[in-house]
């Protein structure tokens, strides 16, 4: 995605309808966490090693998703007073509620960037790009825009219902 606040639509949509299920602020954090990658690999100019690396595969994803969602898990009483503040608490707080939702932020994002980067493998340890079709980057760009913005608002209306309450 050229423009990581665009993975943020599927989440906050997902993670609204889901949110009884899955834990929603692990979903979010996971589907943007990826692009750290391609950030630090341009900010330090690192030449060698793929923008779109180890961390956008589907192996990743089960496992750091899964991780990262072990993590906020174990530290939520640290977390929650933010979420909170965002208006992004969940009813069901089981470890495997944070770990699904961490596995799917991350699996949403790489199955998203896949069709628009050569450079992506998602079935590492294979190196190839099954999902690569270039001529669908436009529709799937102005589906996570349009996603992105619908998302918004259903996270708006939720903090204004949430918060006169």
Do not use: Q
Request: proline letters at 7%; charged letters at 10%.
């Amino acid at each position: 995605m050229p423009f990581t606040p665009l993975h943020l639509g599927p989440p906050l949509i997902l993670g609204y309808l889901l949110r009884r299920h899955i834990h929603w602020p692990t979903l979010i954090i996971t589907s943007v966490l990826v692009d750290l990658e391609p950030l630090t690999i341009l900010l330090l100019n690192l030449n060698t090693y793929p923008v779109h690396g180890y961390l956008h595969t589907f192996a990743s994803a089960v496992l750091l998703g899964s991780l990262v969602g072990l993590v906020v898990w174990l530290f939520r009483k640290y977390f929650n007073h933010l979420f909170s503040l965002f208006v992004l608490t969940t009813r069901d707080s089981s470890l495997s509620s944070y770990m699904v939702a961490g596995f799917s932020g991350w699996f949403i994002h790489v199955l998203i960037d896949s069709p628009l980067y050569s450079d992506i493998r998602p079935l590492y340890p294979l190196n190839i790009n099954p999902l690569y079709c270039p001529y669908v980057s436009d529709a799937i760009i102005k589906s996570c825009l349009y996603l992105t913005l619908i998302g918004v608002v259903i996270y708006l209306l939720h903090f204004y219902k949430t918060y006169l309450r």
